[in-house]
Nanobody, 114 residues
Framework: GYLVESGGGLVQAGGSLRLSCDGSRVFPVINTMAWYRQAPEKQRELVATVTRGGTTNYADSVKGRFTISRDNDKNTVDLQMNSLKPEDTAVYYC?????????WGQGTQVTVSS
């Protein structure tokens, strides 16, 4: 795939995980990069976005706990997740937007136990 995620796993509530997404195969230039998540029987929702210029935006449910960052030279985007809650359990997807098309990663499972 064009976007390859890593870093998911099982963590206890209050713990931390860092997700990474490698978009080095994406062409042309990536504009906005983002992380989405989808919990069982729920719709996919936006978690955080970061523009090429570094402007970030977060879902209210993760503000103050999650931090998105990117490396434009390497076409990578990370999501640092702290103070995790059981309701953060979901499959997390990386997303990249270019002028030609959008790309999605295959998803990585994050499970937070109470």
């Amino acid at each position: 795939g064009y976007l390859v995620e890593s870093g998911g796993g099982l963590v206890q509530a209050g713990g931390s995980l860092r997700l990474s997404c490698d978009g080095s195969r994406v062409f042309p230039v990536i504009n906005t990069m983002a992380w989405y998540r989808q919990a069982p029987e729920k719709q996919r929702e936006l978690v955080a976005t970061v523009t090429r210029g570094g402007t970030t935006n977060y879902a209210d449910s993760v503000k103050g706990r999650f931090t998105i960052s990117r490396d434009n030279d390497k076409n990578t985007v990370d999501l640092q997740m702290n103070s995790l809650k059981p309701e953060d359990t979901a499959v997390y997807y990386c997303h990249a937007e270019t002028v030609i098309r959008d790309y999605w990663g295959q998803g990585t499972q994050v499970t937070v136990s109470s």
